[in-house]
């Protein structure tokens, strides 16, 4: 690992990058760190949780509300309403210099709207969707009192084992990278400080989803040149966006617990980045440090977390009970604690809450926007946009009006709290619409039945006679499989991804009986269905849609919306394939002919070959692409060149298709994949509609990171590629960089 910066320069740094209305509040957090005395500072970067556990329960915390007062705790995590955070926010009041404090939660898809699980929403491929999902569930928070938000993840994953997967934006930095900074503009808003906003926090610091054997809280073992081409830029682009707040991550990266890198956090993140909001621990990973055999004790972890950047502790202890030893024995510099305490009261400054510590704890704004009656319009819109159609044999869907026997089958037809999702705030089924019920409401006159065949988990079969004798007068049976919401998740790593239980042969059961089969899965994670993909005559991937998934589902099966999702993750045949992204490498033996793999880079009992590739999914419609042309063959390092070609809708239905740009730099200093994403827009044509699309290269678009990291063009040879997934090009061209 690289060394620690040299840290007056980053203090300068920090001061002097504010100009305007930040350097006022710059100059009034300076005039409270003046007043402070050390235990006040070392107070600032204590975060405790409250009511609600998230994680392994601390026994050394003890008379909590006497240390809010005493100045000693900076944050709060799971306290929320109106109600209690004013309470507690009184007791902070109390202290000598009356500093108030933050109030923070896991908001992750929804406060009380519940929206599709991040992994979903990133299936839509709409940034603005994705937005506006973030910015109603910051608008609620806020309304109950909270100030900042543990999300987005941006965690690049291409282990779908790995459970926190549901929880980012899949497989590629690119998309990652954007709605990275989608969500954080969401949740933060024009500009902090107003009562619909709330601080985001980029998480988890750094290469999380690369967790070997996809085990969460796992070491990750991976060169520099590929923490920064593949792990990294979705973290730079939520600098760009304005984070407020970064989360460092539980594992290692080349041995350096990541609470404890300097590198990380201090020559990347508030170095090169020019990072100045704060970096707060993750559940106890400072105290963590210490089973993983980085230090010996928490003073000895303190010491190597602050020294390494990170400013706030959450619920482990260490900071509060031996940073000011440490500083009063000269380890560790009074500097170092005025860096991190400058910037936690520069976010509180900035959010208010010196001038209004109770403005976001306001009982009538809590009531109007909790009963706002347009929020699950919002949910709808992008479970609608997040669901993916995988199959669509004969054009079964969408369901036409001779379709007036519908039999539903499944664990999951009836399902609500799965529907919500993991990492919600608080479950109120009563609000969540189950596939089942969004039927009934869009079915008309036909007539819909429910077996539900088998649990999701078990081996109890007595259910499937029933199921395929209901399955001899359907017209067409919808099949609803899947994953539990307790299976996904942190702490929920799978070894087989499999359908759990006797799912599978429930459904073999069912198609046996020869009536057509619609498998709607829902799950956080991509999952292994290689039966359901071959013999299941239509496939929607449902995934968590959250409060509005049944109308979404329905809505989706009856054409009332013609499904436009695309994968955000590849989809394996088998375990063994994993890691499997679409950005392989052609290798010294590529295999060209899947018949002939002897002494080529291929398995002998597996295609290499996904089930499912990147950026898949289909429509109720056709698009055609045609006519590329660039406006010019080469390029200079400092020019541009235009990329255009026709799209056009060719079937009989309007609907959005995504339209790809890859990139394959063709010989390089680094060898690079195969596909590599640029770019992509969702365009939206009626039927027989046509519109020229327009891609513009740049040397951005071309550059990547060379062995000695720095992000270079280098001249040659790149292959532009434009198609309706990474495994369907349908145009390319040859560009050369001079």
Known sequence: MKKLLYLPALFILFQHTASGQDSKIAVRVDSVLKLMTLQEKVGQLNQYSGRVVTGPVNDQKTNMLNDIQQGNVGSMLNVKGVKDTREIQAVALKSRLKIPLLFSLDVIHGYKTVFPVPLAEAASW???????????????????????????????????????????????????????????????????????????????????????????????????????????????????????????????????????????????????????????????????????????????????????????????????????????????????????????????????????????????????????????????????????????????????????????????????????????????????????????????????????GCDISGTDQSGFPAAVAAVQQADVVIMALGESFEMTGEATSRADLSLPGVQMELFKAVKAAGKPVVSVLMAGRPMIFNEIAEQSDAILYAWYLGEQGGTAIANVLYGDYNPSGKLPSTFPRSVGQIPLSYQVYNTGRPVKNPKDIKYKSAYIDELNSPRYAFGYGLSYTSFSYTGLTLSAPDMTQDGKVQLSFTLKNTGKYAGAEVVQLYLRDLVSTVVRPLKELKDFQKVMLKAGESKVITFSISKEKLAYYNHDLNFVAEPGFFSLMVGSASDDIRLEAKLELK
Not at 292 to 313: N, P, Q, R, V, Y
Not at 384 to 408: F, G, H, M, R
Request: hydrophobic share 45%; with cysteine.
């Open 126 to 452: 709409d940034l603005d969707a994705i937005r506006a999902s973030a910015h109603v569930a910051a608008r609620e928070s806020a309304a109950s009192g909270i100030h900042w938000t543990f999300a987005p993840m941006v965690d690049v994953g291409r282990d779908p084992r790995w459970g926190r997967v549901m929880e980012g934006a899949g497989e590629d930095t690119y998309l990652g990278s954007l709605i990275a900074a989608a969500r954080v503009k969401g949740f933060q808003g024009d500009h902090l400080g107003g009562t619909d906003a709330i601080m985001a926090c980029a998480k988890h610091f750094a290469a999380y989803g690369a967790a070997i054997a996809g085990r969460d809280y796992n070491a990750v073992d991976l060169s520099d040149q590929q923490l920064w081409q593949t792990y990294l830029p979705p973290f730079k682009a939520a600098v760009d966006a304005g984070v407020a707040t970064f989360m460092n991550s539980f594992n290692t990266i080349n041995g350096v617990p990541a609470t404890g890198n300097s590198y990380l956090q201090r020559t990347i993140l508030k170095g090169k980045w020019n990072f100045n909001g704060f970096v707060v621990s993750d559940w106890g990973s400072i105290g963590e440090m210490v089973p993983w055999g980085f230090a010996t004790d928490l003073k000895d972890a303190s010491l190597k977390a602050i020294t390494a950047g990170s400013d706030m502790d959450m619920e482990s202890l260490a900071y509060k009970n031996n940073l000011v030893q440490l500083v009063k024995e000269g380890q560790v510099k009074i500097e170092l604690i005025d860096d991190a305490v400058r910037r936690i009261l520069y976010q509180k400054f900035l959010l208010g809450l010196f001038d209004d510590p109770y403005k976001f704890s306001d009982a009538g704004r809590e009531k109007k926007v909790m009963n706002d009656k347009t929020s699950y319009l919002v949910a709808r819109d992008i479970a609608q946009k997040s669901i993916v159609l995988l199959k669509n044999t004969k054009e079964l869907l969408p369901l036409q009006k001779a379709v007036k026997n519908i039999v539903v089958i499944g664990p999951l037809a009836k399902a609500k709290r799965d529907l919500e999702g993991g990492w919600i705030v608080e479950s109120d089924t009563t609000k969540v619409i189950s596939l089942y019920e969004g039927l009934l409401a869009r079915a008309g006159k036909a007539n819909i039945s429910f077996i539900k």
